[in-house]
């Protein structure tokens, strides 16, 4: 093939000016076409040239856009498309026709939902085909019902809604949509988030280091880079990466941890030496460097104490983790030694030795390097070798 790829859902590839497309799960073909010109577009659709001219096909090769125009625009979320027709621009809805004629020198920018922009004179809904009258020159896609928008270039942005009504009192110098809010950048330090569910603004936080980066999903929530994680209208501010649980987030800040339950309410109650949550019912915890482990229940009470000697452990996997035992031993570079246990949940030890490094590779498979030894071993729960051979590393599958 001329090229061949994978998004992890479908295979693209293209022989002789041939596009041919691909089900990655099942392997069954679901587009082969010969048009000489091809573009793939949103939702699965392809803007493609036949005779000279251009329309629009989707997967199945059906038409949604004629081969009528002399051009279509790139833009076609939202079910509506720009196209050209006599050197004038129109709007066509997909699978539909024409709902705006072709009358205008320039395409109007998709601004999403059916709305299009008509630069210095309003929002124009293909929808309900009213306008409402307003003088932005840039409006950027509408996501979840809301959008920013500014009236000259060097001018500030303001957030709206569909209605063209302007959230709050302040303007932005840029902002960007991701899984339900908008994240807006009052000056170079100072970001401030807008929840598009409650439609109020969450938590007002600072990011001075890096002028782009990307928010991740934390189940419902969101954990961005700067060490603060918004879910719903609260947020949690550290000073490390937050680590993410199946129960919850640990955020961390000045050597302490704190578990951060999914529904966005502190269980913890206070900083912690380190918190690990055990399961959707219990957590372990270390309250200060030289307390007992202590297991708690989610609301607060105290299940029992364990006087283990560990500075920190895992996340559970399969009932069992690897716990960090302090030795109290300086190393060749004048650090603390360590050394590694498995241990279960209720935290007796799955094997009484201790490794100099320990991973968890599956239900009954774990990895270690035994004391001394510089290679890694295979073995199960009983601490019996599965394998003949040893490794120089060794990673934890992912899935």
């Given at each position: 093939?001329?090229?061949?790829?994978?998004?992890?859902?479908?295979?693209?590839?293209?022989?002789?000016?041939?596009?041919?497309?691909?089900?990655?799960?099942?392997?069954?073909?679901?587009?082969?076409?010969?048009?000489?010109?091809?573009?793939?577009?949103?939702?699965?659709?392809?803007?493609?040239?036949?005779?000279?001219?251009?329309?629009?096909?989707?997967?199945?090769?059906?038409?949604?856009?004629?081969?009528?125009?002399?051009?279509?625009?790139?833009?076609?979320?939202?079910?509506?498309?720009?196209?050209?027709?006599?050197?004038?621009?129109?709007?066509?809805?997909?699978?539909?026709?024409?709902?705006?004629?072709?009358?205008?020198?320039?395409?109007?920018?998709?601004?999403?939902?059916?709305?299009?922009?008509?630069?210095?004179?309003?929002?124009?809904?293909?929808?309900?085909?009213?306008?409402?009258?307003?003088?932005?020159?840039?409006?950027?896609?509408?996501?979840?019902?809301?959008?920013?928008?500014?009236?000259?270039?060097?001018?500030?942005?303001?957030?709206?809604?569909?209605?063209?009504?302007?959230?709050?009192?302040?303007?932005?110098?840029?902002?960007?949509?991701?899984?339900?809010?908008?994240?807006?950048?009052?000056?170079?330090?100072?970001?401030?988030?807008?929840?598009?569910?409650?439609?109020?603004?969450t938590a007002t936080y600072m990011d001075s280091r890096n002028y782009k980066y990307t928010p991740k999903d934390?189940?419902?929530?969101?954990?961005?880079?700067?060490?603060?994680?918004?879910?719903?209208?609260?947020?949690?501010?550290?000073?490390?990466?937050?680590?993410?649980?199946?129960?919850?987030?640990?955020?961390?800040?000045?050597?302490?941890?704190?578990?951060?339950?999914?529904?966005?309410?502190?269980?913890?109650?206070?900083?912690?030496?380190?918190?690990?949550?055990?399961?959707?019912?219990?957590?372990?915890?270390?309250?200060?460097?030289?307390?007992?482990?202590?297991?708690?229940?989610?609301?607060?009470?105290?299940?029992?104490?364990?006087?283990?000697?560990?500075?920190?452990?895992?996340?559970?996997?399969?009932?069992?983790?690897?716990?960090?035992?302090?030795?109290?031993?300086?190393?060749?570079?004048?650090?603390?030694?360590?050394?590694?246990?498995?241990?279960?949940?209720?935290?007796?030890?799955?094997?009484?030795?201790?490794?100099?490094?320990?991973?968890?590779?599956?239900?009954?498979?774990?990895?270690?390097?035994?004391?001394?030894?510089?290679?890694?071993?295979?073995?199960?729960?009983r601490g019996r070798s599965v394998s003949k051979l040893k490794f120089e590393e060794v990673q934890s599958p992912?899935?």
């Amino acid at each position: 093939y001329d090229y061949c790829h994978t998004d992890g859902q479908v295979i693209n590839a293209a022989l002789g000016g041939k596009k041919l497309k691909w089900n990655l799960e099942d392997g069954t073909q679901i587009l082969a076409t010969a048009y000489p010109n091809m573009k793939e577009l949103h939702d699965n659709m392809f803007k493609a040239q036949r005779n000279g001219k251009w329309g629009i096909i989707n997967w199945n090769k059906e038409e949604v856009v004629p081969f009528e125009f002399e051009d279509v625009f790139h833009d076609n979320r939202g079910g509506f498309v720009a196209v050209m027709q006599n050197g004038k621009w129109g709007i066509y809805e997909l699978g539909e026709g024409l709902v705006l004629p072709c009358a205008r020198t320039n395409p109007m920018p998709n601004c999403g939902n059916g709305i299009f922009l008509m630069p210095k004179k309003g929002l124009w809904d293909a929808k309900t085909g009213e306008t409402i009258r307003c003088d932005w020159l840039q409006v950027s896609r509408f996501e979840d019902g809301f959008s920013i928008a500014r009236k000259e270039y060097s001018k500030p942005f303001y957030l709206i809604n569909e209605k063209n009504e302007i959230q709050g009192e302040e303007h932005f110098m840029l902002g960007f949509y991701e899984k339900g809010y908008w994240f807006l950048r009052k000056d170079y330090q100072h970001w401030i988030a807008f929840n598009t569910e409650t439609g109020n603004f969450t938590a007002t936080y600072m990011d001075s280091r890096n002028y782009k980066y990307t928010p991740k999903d934390f189940e419902s929530g969101l954990l961005l880079r700067n060490h603060t994680w918004i879910k719903g209208d609260v947020a949690w501010e550290g000073d490390e990466n937050p680590e993410a649980t199946p129960y919850g987030l640990i955020v961390k800040k000045e050597g302490k941890q704190k578990l951060i339950g999914r529904n966005g309410i502190e269980i913890t109650q206070g900083w912690h030496h380190f918190v690990r949550p055990v399961s959707d019912e219990v957590i372990m915890l270390k309250r200060e460097e030289d307390s007992p482990i202590s297991y708690y229940d989610y609301e607060g009470n105290i299940l029992r104490n364990e006087n283990f000697d560990m500075d920190a452990v895992e996340e559970f996997r399969n009932d069992i983790s690897i716990a960090k035992i302090q030795q109290g031993v300086v190393d060749i570079f004048g650090g603390i030694s360590f050394q590694y246990q498995i241990i279960f949940s209720d935290g007796n030890p799955v094997l009484d030795e201790l490794f100099d490094g320990a991973k968890i590779l599956g239900p009954n498979l774990i990895a270690v390097r035994r004391e001394g030894e510089y290679l890694w071993e295979l073995i199960n729960r009983r601490g019996r070798s599965v394998s003949k051979l040893k490794f120089e590393e060794v990673q934890s599958p992912l899935h």
